[in-house]
T-cell receptor, first 111, second 113 residues
């Protein structure tokens, strides 16, 4: 079964609005990565978080790793049409050995 | 984009036929991966390689085999394709172990009729 859960599966956003997507695990993660996949494209690495409570920003994107290292979030401010795509989180736990990808949040932006 | 190519990019094949997908990298990265992507499932790891002739299974390895005879090439073989293997297949590479960022190829869309 899915070991890394992402919510929501689908997000419809008006251009200019903010939104957040969440990634949850029942197991403590050693790291969490975020990827973006444009429609018809391939996943592209965005960022990796390693430390408890870590927050990293990339322009309008803010990534956070939970204090317990079991969850993560991606917050996008002032959404633009260029933000369209599916955002995946991927986590690794020591007991898993390999990265586990979430099922993704598909983001649709209306002008 | 990292130097990763996949061939073919599209393939339609019949049930029961063998199929080989190729991934080629020019980055000299040690780790290579094969994933399949299906709606609602995200990316699921099929097999990965941590060096020439060193491979291991992922979470959905049944029906698939892999080979890596050179650093730059990682082959995925479906010995006898089934309709359940219709999917988009992505190859990925990483410089270090499985915790490190991965760079994905453009993907191969495989349809098994």
């Amino acid at each position: 079964g899915q070991q890394v859960m992402q919510i929501p599966q689908y997000q419809h956003v008006q251009e200019g609005e903010d939104f957040t997507t969440y990634c949850n695990s029942s197991t403590t993660l050693s790291n969490i990565q975020w990827y973006k996949q444009r429609p018809g494209g391939h996943p592209v690495f965005l960022i990796q978080l390693v430390k408890s409570g870590e927050v990293k920003k990339q322009k309008r994107l803010t990534f956070q790793f939970g204090e317990a290292k079991k969850n993560s979030s991606l917050h996008i401010t002032a959404t633009q049409t260029t933000d369209v795509g599916t955002y995946f989180c991927a986590g690794r736990a020591d007991s898993w050995g390999k990265l586990q990808f979430g099922s993704g949040t598909q983001v649709v932006v209306t002008p | 984009d990292a130097g990763i190519t996949q061939s073919p990019r599209h393939k339609v094949t019949e049930t029961g036929t063998p199929v080989t997908l190729r991934c080629h990298q020019t980055e000299n990265h040690r780790y290579m991966y094969w994933y399949r992507q299906d709606p609602g499932h995200g990316l699921r790891l099929i097999h990965y390689s941590y060096g020439v002739k060193d491979t291991d299974k992922g979470e959905v390895s049944d029906g698939y085999s892999v080979s890596r005879s050179k650093t730059e090439d990682f082959l995925l073989t479906l010995e006898s394709a089934t309709s359940s293997q219709t999917s988009v297949y992505f190859c990925a590479i990483s410089e270090r172990d499985v915790s490190y960022e991965q760079y994905f190829g453009p993907g191969t869309r495989l349809t098994v009729t």
